[in-house]
């Protein structure tokens, strides 16, 4: 192991990554998973039961991607596959978080999320619980008294937050909540 190299504030700045053996890859991005797992997500489709929790993680992650303004997830090799649990992984979230994510990139991830019509009501009612402050504590400090993300990346995961919120409301509004639940 090489030695770890502090800055003059005596911080090491990097980022730790755990490794996963056996890690597996579902490529969510191509077909047939491309269309199966969006289609799992409209509300008057069909989900296999054996599915379900799958489907669940989907919407989970196409939520997550939509809130951190993750621009990178569908270029291919980025969902991650725990077969032993049964979990997607989040790989590769460098496209996360930044001050200004690219637009178009934005929307697309915006255009995904209209597209579904199901959602963990569990995950949604946290969301609800966060507000600006809470946001800014669950992303914490880098060092005392420097938050890890900058006031503007902040600001864009509020107005994120606040969007989301604004759709799903008009969904439910639209089809009622326990429609959009899974069942």
Same mark, same amino acid.
């Given at each position: 192991?090489?030695?770890?190299?502090?800055?003059?504030?005596? &911080?090491?700045r *990097?980022?730790?990554?755990?490794?996963?053996?056996?890690?597996?890859?579902?490529a969510?991005?191509?077909?047939?998973?491309?269309?199966?797992?969006?289609?799992?997500?409209?509300?008057?489709?069909?989900?296999?039961?054996?599915?379900?929790?799958l489907?669940?993680?989907?919407?989970?992650?196409?939520?997550?991607d939509?809130?951190?303004g993750?621009?990178?997830?569908?270029?291919? $090799?980025?969902? $991650?596959?725990?077969?032993?649990?049964?979990?997607?992984?989040?790989?590769?979230n460098?496209?996360?978080?930044?001050?200004?994510?690219?637009?178009?990139? #934005? &929307?697309?991830?915006?255009?995904?999320?209209? &597209?579904?019509?199901r959602?963990?009501?569990?995950?949604?009612?946290?969301?609800?619980? #966060?507000?600006? $402050?809470?946001?800014?504590?669950?992303? *914490?400090?880098?060092?005392? *008294?420097?938050p890890?993300?900058?006031?503007?990346?902040?600001?864009?995961?509020?107005?994120?937050?606040?969007?989301?919120?604004?759709?799903?409301?008009?969904?439910?509004?639209?089809?009622?909540?326990d429609?959009?639940?899974?069942?």
């Amino acid at each position: 192991m090489k030695e770890a190299i502090a800055d003059k504030d005596g &911080a090491v700045r *990097g980022a730790l990554i755990p490794w996963i053996d056996d890690l597996d890859f579902i490529a969510f991005e191509k077909e047939p998973w491309w269309t199966r797992w969006r289609t799992w997500l409209r509300r008057d489709e069909p989900i296999p039961e054996d599915q379900k929790d799958l489907a669940r993680q989907a919407s989970n992650l196409v939520v997550f991607d939509f809130l951190s303004g993750n621009w990178d997830r569908w270029s291919g $090799g980025n969902v $991650g596959w725990n077969k032993e649990r049964a979990k997607l992984l989040y790989i590769d979230n460098d496209g996360a978080f930044f001050e200004v994510p690219p637009r178009d990139a #934005l &929307a697309k991830n915006e255009k995904l999320l209209r &597209a579904i019509d199901r959602f963990s009501r569990s995950f949604i009612a946290k969301i609800r619980e #966060l507000d600006d $402050g809470a946001l800014a504590k669950i992303f *914490g400090d880098e060092r005392e *008294g420097a938050p890890l993300l900058s006031p503007k990346a902040l600001a864009g995961v509020v107005d994120r937050r606040r969007q989301l919120l604004e759709i799903l409301d008009a969904k439910a509004s639209d089809a009622g909540v326990d429609a959009l639940s899974f069942p």
